[in-house]
Structure formats: C-alpha cells, structure tokens
C-alpha cells in the first residue's frame, strides 16, 4: 500500500518501534517519500534501528518538531527494513531532496571535513 497522502505531506513523523517485551517506542524524525515508500535516515547505531532490525512492526504519526501527536492525526501501521549502502543512498537523497537543512548540513560537513557518525536508511511499507 502506498504511503497516505496526509503523511506524506507532514515535515514530522512520530515512528514508534517495538521492544523484546513489546513496549513502544515513538521518536520523531524526518521522512521522504519515494515510490511509494517512506525513507527515514538514522544514525547507524541508534536504538530505532537495533529494534527494526529484530521487529519489523512500526506505526507512523503525524507529530511535530518535538515529537507531540495532535488528536485525530494521521496514522499507519507497517513494517521497516534497515537498507543496505544502496538503499542507504536512496534515503538519504529522498531526504535531501525534501529538506533544505539537510542538504546544509551535508554540504557543511562535507566542505569543512567534519566527522560524522555512520547513517543508514530506513524504508516504511505501510
């Protein structure tokens, strides 16, 4: 299924996975949309990524900056998969391509030769 058009549209997402004893855990982050799938880069040891890599179940919401769901927003539940160095750069275009301040950041990091923390991309199928 496609991903809804109302999260498509949103700057935020609330992306909660799962823990081993099925506690959810929602953070925010920036997503992109690509044929018909949702991309979400993340720095390659963060906790997120370890819980899709062992339960692909996730739930998308509309949230803000920090992370708040208004009541009635927009949700989908799906699975996750953590990309190889290909789909990783997939990723990371879709979300260049939608946010001007990761483009910056990129630029900046790349221009000044600053060390970055390893990323890796994350694909939603809602």
Not at 54 to 62: G, N, Q
Request: with cysteine.
């Amino acid at each position: 299924m496609a991903v809804p058009e109302e999260i498509a549209r949103s700057k935020y997402v609330s992306l909660t996975t799962y823990r081993k004893d099925g506690t959810a855990v929602a953070t925010a982050v920036w997503q992109a949309t690509s044929d018909g799938r949702m991309y979400i880069v993340s720095d390659a040891d963060a906790w997120k990524v370890k819980r899709i890599r062992r339960d692909s179940r996730v739930k998308v919401t509309v949230c803000d900056l920090r992370g708040r769901i208004a009541e009635g927003a927009p949700t989908a539940e799906g699975t996750a998969e953590v990309l190889d160095d290909a789909g990783t750069r997939t990723a990371r275009k879709a979300v260049a391509d939608k946010y001007l301040l990761s483009r910056v950041g990129n630029w900046l990091a790349s221009t000044l030769h600053l060390r970055k923390a390893p990323v890796i991309g994350i694909a939603v199928t809602l």
